[in-house]
């Protein structure tokens, strides 16, 4: 069997690659990540996304689209490889609930910016656990559904138009859409004070907004909210792989062109073998990462053919090891560009949070290890 990306993902890789190089140089992203926080701004590139949407990068995976969960990955590898400041990762996550939506026939909205609100202060983490969820659905008389309770840890929240939303119903779990762009006071958006200026966090709070049913039914949440979950972790891993490759890159040439006592610091042991471990660590990354994407597109191009824990085990490795790589790569290109690496000029530090953002959002490394090592002991 072939693993190697086709022709075609070959090309949008290409195509990503040029387009975010050429629409977020180092300037742009310090002026997206720095402007006030406040919804609608701050974090986010309006005309990227606008153009992004446009190519049909925007939920390819879906009934509609055209291509798979992999084409998303490697999307969400270049965005993260470019810190590329727009809510893609939160479309990818989102797809599976608003297929499910509309009844596995197209994707409502799927090109509208979307937050996904899963998180509560005293209820799951970011993709924990559902059984924890304490945020309200209850029918409401004249049709539709009301939700009360408040999400936090939302990603891409301040640029939204609309939220998936977790939420309890009286048979359990259930999947919702809160339309955020009409001003409703009753769906508040606060946004939080974060590292990452390149993906704002915010808290959508909730008192009986008005929502739509994506998957109200116990057997379809079930579904979607595992496929959310997957792909949470297999995109944080992917986007992990992009952001450690940078920092590689930035180091590697910075040790091919800085000299110190007459010498390249590259041919210092104390330098190369730093950069040589990046290299191991990123790599390893990247064949985890793309092994759970593929586990992801076949649980959902051929769910027959899955092994749940599996896929389970895959995404939890996936995430932990591209994690640790990203934090480890930003901290070794800081330490090998010296005091250019200190500059609040220079992109490194942007790329850093967004490492230490992703080690800890929707569980740490040592909590994903624990999965994986729980299955492999029941085996």
Not at 108 to 131: H, I, Q
Not at 133 to 156: E, F, H, M, N
Not at 306 to 320: L, M, N, R, W
Request: proline content about 5%.
């Amino acid at each position: 069997m072939d693993f190697a990306f086709s022709d075609d993902q070959t090309q949008l890789r290409s195509a990503a690659a040029k387009l975010f190089a050429e629409r977020v140089p180092v300037a742009r992203l310090h002026a997206v990540a720095d402007e006030p926080d406040s919804p609608g701004r701050g974090g986010y590139d309006a005309a990227l996304w606008d153009e992004i949407v446009a190519l049909g990068w925007v939920g390819i995976s879906s009934p509609d689209g055209a291509g798979t969960f992999l084409d998303e990955v490697v999307l969400v590898e270049e965005a993260g490889r470019a810190l590329v400041p727009v809510p893609l990762l939160s479309a990818v996550v989102a797809t599976p609930a608003l297929v499910a939506g509309a009844g596995g026939a197209h994707r409502p909205g799927a090109t509208r910016r979307t937050a996904v609100g899963w998180a509560e202060v005293r209820g799951p983490a970011a993709f924990g656990d559902v059984s924890e969820i304490t945020c309200r659905a209850v029918p409401d008389p004249s049709g539709g559904w009301r939700l009360s309770g408040t999400k936090s840890d939302v990603p891409d929240l301040g640029a939204a138009q609309q939220a998936v939303v977790v939420a309890r119903t009286a048979e359990g779990p259930g999947v919702f859409l809160v339309e955020l762009d009409g001003g409703d006071p009753r769906a508040v958006v606060g946004l939080l004070d974060t590292i990452d200026g390149t993906r704002r966090i915010g808290q959508l709070l909730l008192e009986s907004a008005p929502a739509a049913a994506l998957a109200a039914d116990s057997a379809t949440a079930a579904t979607v909210l595992t496929a959310m979950r997957r792909r949470a972790l297999g995109g944080l891993a992917a986007e992990c792989v992009g952001v450690a490759s940078w920092a590689l890159d930035v180091a590697a040439a910075h040790a091919g062109q800085r000299e110190q006592f007459g010498r390249l610091i590259g041919t210092y042991q104390a330098v190369s073998h730093r950069i040589a471990d990046v290299y191991v660590r990123t790599e390893l990354a990247r064949s985890l990462a793309y092994r759970a994407a593929w586990f992801i597109m076949t649980s959902e191009t051929e769910p027959d053919q899955s092994e749940p824990g599996a896929v389970d085990s895959a995404c939890s490795g996936a995430k932990a090891a591209a994690a640790e790589a990203a934090v480890f790569a930003c901290e070794t290109a800081i330490q090998v560009l010296g005091g250019v690496g200190m500059t609040w000029e220079h992109a490194v530090h942007r790329y850093y949070k967004r490492a230490l953002a992703a080690r800890t959002y929707a569980g740490t490394p040592a909590e994903h290890r624990a999965i994986v090592a729980a299955r492999l002991l029941d085996h």
